[in-house]
């Protein structure tokens, strides 16, 4: 099929929930992709922040295809040693005692709160159920992630929505002491708000999070959905707020590229969730889980982190020599760019597309999520096409 074969069938049987740009891809190498009529793209997005080693790593695609020729599903009722291979890689690391897996970053959220309600119901009573979460946030699209989502154009539609949330302005430490009373039994924040503009959280305000979720015996909650997996240069991003939360979820990035989401639970909530209180048909699938062992061995590595935090500096700097950007924000390889007067997003974005770089928006910002493997020349590349584009 070439390109126009696959846009009509797609736009003829697919639901229509997302607003395409005019292009299909079928095969990549690291950070470039290609349409069937062999038209090359520089890829500043892996897929919103999936594919971390880019496209068809190849140590990935070994890892994935023997574990799809040994055993591909069991269910959760037996284990399998990709499984615990993930889970020991990850609480090693991280000092975490112990995961949940999903399959995605709502499913992630959805695990992390249902921490936090039940720890709150039973360390201080049945009233204690709210959770506090940040305007501007975004933390999944099911029922209730939605709800902890705080922008209210997610809040349409899909009534009664699931109750027990309440916001509070990022930064605001008054407005988070008042929001807390006894029916809060959690926190849950992004660290960069990423879906809301690539917007980093004032490290003092989230250390007072962390306080107050100490102080009031909270759980304390961090959406590593977007943030996670050495996207912004350390492996989770709280390590550089100097906090530690009790709760962390993760998915994106983790699997490289297959679905897998995952909660991890300290020893305050470790064992809040027992037998049938929560599960998963397909979380912690093992081929999923046999690519997430691969990109953990990788992204682990402190000399491959520390490459993502030197490509982060390179690329700011690139994208501040471009006249049309004013401002640059994010950590690691998640930055954002605020473009000038009279130019949109939305626009741009489609204008790279049309010109061989694909970007991602975040509201009003360009947002870059490329595969933390791409290199230099790759990055110079795309900050071409990038600044032509911005030329117009
Ligand atoms: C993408 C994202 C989610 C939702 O993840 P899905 O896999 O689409 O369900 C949740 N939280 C954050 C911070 C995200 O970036």
């Given at each position: 099929m070439n390109s126009m074969d696959i846009q009509k069938k797609d736009s003829k049987y697919i639901a229509n929930t997302y607003k395409r740009f005019p292009v299909a891809l079928v095969e990549g190498k690291g950070a470039v992709a290609k349409?069937?009529?062999?038209?090359?793209?520089?890829?500043?997005?892996?897929?919103?922040?999936?594919?971390?080693?880019?496209?068809?790593?190849?140590?990935?695609?070994?890892?994935?295809?023997?574990?799809?020729?040994?055993?591909?599903?069991?269910?959760?009722?037996?284990?399998?040693?990709?499984?615990?291979?993930?889970?020991?890689?990850?609480?090693?690391?991280?000092?975490?005692?112990?995961?949940?897996?999903?399959?995605?970053?709502?499913?992630?959220?959805e695990g992390a709160l249902k921490v936090a309600r039940k720890y709150g119901m039973e360390k201080h009573g049945a009233r204690c159920n709210t959770v506090i979460t940040l305007r501007n946030s975004f933390h999944g699209r099911t029922i209730t992630t939605l709800s902890a989502t705080g922008q209210d154009s997610f809040h349409q539609f899909f009534f009664p929505f699931t109750e027990g949330f309440r916001f509070v302005e990022a930064g605001d430490i008054e407005g988070?002491?008042?929001?807390?009373?006894?029916?809060?039994?959690?926190?849950?924040?992004?660290?960069?708000?990423?879906?809301?503009?690539?917007?980093?959280?004032?490290?003092?305000?989230?250390?007072?999070?962390?306080?107050?979720?100490?102080?009031?015996?909270?759980?304390?909650?961090?959406?590593?959905?977007?943030?996670?997996?050495?996207?912004?240069?350390?492996?989770?991003?709280?390590?550089?707020?100097?906090?530690?939360?009790?709760?962390?979820?993760?998915?994106?990035?983790?699997?490289?590229?297959?679905?897998?989401?995952?909660?991890?639970?300290?020893?305050?909530?470790a064992d809040v969730l027992g037998f049938g209180q929560h599960g998963s048909t397909f979380g912690g699938n093992p081929v999923a889980c046999a690519g997430a062992a691969y990109v953990l061995d990788r992204v682990m590595k402190p000399e491959f982190l520390e490459e993502i935090r030197n490509k982060?500096?390179?690329?700011?700097?690139?994208?501040?020599?471009?006249?049309?950007?004013?401002?640059?924000?994010?950590?690691?390889?998640?930055?954002?760019?605020?473009?000038?007067?009279?130019?949109?997003?939305?626009?741009?974005?489609?204008?790279?597309?049309e010109e061989g770089l694909l970007v991602l928006t975040a509201k009003t910002k360009l947002r870059f999520l490329p595969p933390l493997v791409i290199n230099y020349e790759e990055i110079d590349k795309g900050m071409e096409i990038l600044a032509r584009v911005l030329q117009g």
């Open positions: 349409d069937p009529e062999g038209k090359e793209y520089i890829d500043f997005t892996s897929g919103i922040g999936v594919n971390s080693l880019g496209y068809a790593d190849a140590g990935w695609a070994d890892a994935v295809a023997a574990q799809a020729r040994r055993l591909q599903h069991v269910s959760n009722l037996y284990s399998t040693q990709p499984d615990v291979e993930v889970a020991e890689r990850l609480c090693e690391y991280t000092g975490f005692s112990k995961v949940f897996f999903g399959n995605s970053g709502a499913e992630a959220n988070l002491r008042d929001a807390v009373d006894e029916t809060v039994c959690g926190i849950m924040i992004e660290l960069i708000q990423g879906e809301g503009g690539v917007v980093p959280v004032d490290a003092e305000f989230v250390r007072e999070v962390a306080r107050i979720c100490e102080e009031k015996d909270l759980v304390f909650a961090v959406d590593e959905v977007q943030t996670g997996i050495g996207r912004t240069g350390t492996f989770l991003c709280y390590e550089q707020f100097g906090v530690k939360p009790d709760v962390v979820s993760m998915a994106k990035g983790i699997g490289g590229g297959l679905p897998l989401g995952a909660v991890m639970m300290n020893e305050k909530t982060s500096e390179y690329m700011k700097k690139k994208l501040l020599e471009i006249p049309q950007i004013k401002s640059v924000t994010g950590l690691g390889l998640m930055l954002g760019a605020e473009l000038e007067e009279g130019l949109t997003a939305g626009e741009t974005a489609g204008k790279c597309v």
